[in-house]
């Protein structure tokens, strides 16, 4: 199976960066996040504080549990 770790990030609704996390060696626990489909589905939401980047889920989820 193929799988492919990128990340694409929209500004004003229109892509703007494209990150590629194929390297485990240079990447995080984020090549392992899923995008969804539709936004009823999503549960991960970035925001910066103070110059640093954080994330928040949406939803309560179980560690090792899969969507």
């Known amino acids: ?9 929209l500004t004003e609704g229109k892509p703007s960066h ?3 996390a ?6 995080n626990w ?3 996040v899923n995008c969804a489909m539709t936004e009823a589905d999503q549960n991960l939401v970035a925001f910066q504080y103070k110059g640093g980047i954080y ?3 949406l939803k309560p989820f179980s560690p090792g549990i899969q969507a």
């Open 1 to 9: 199976m193929v799988r492919f770790y990128a990340i694409q990030t």
């Open 18 to 20: 494209f990150v590629d």
């Open 30 to 32: 984020m090549r392992y």
């Open 55 to 57: 994330y928040c889920t």
């Open 22 to 27: 194929q390297n485990k060696a240079t990447s």
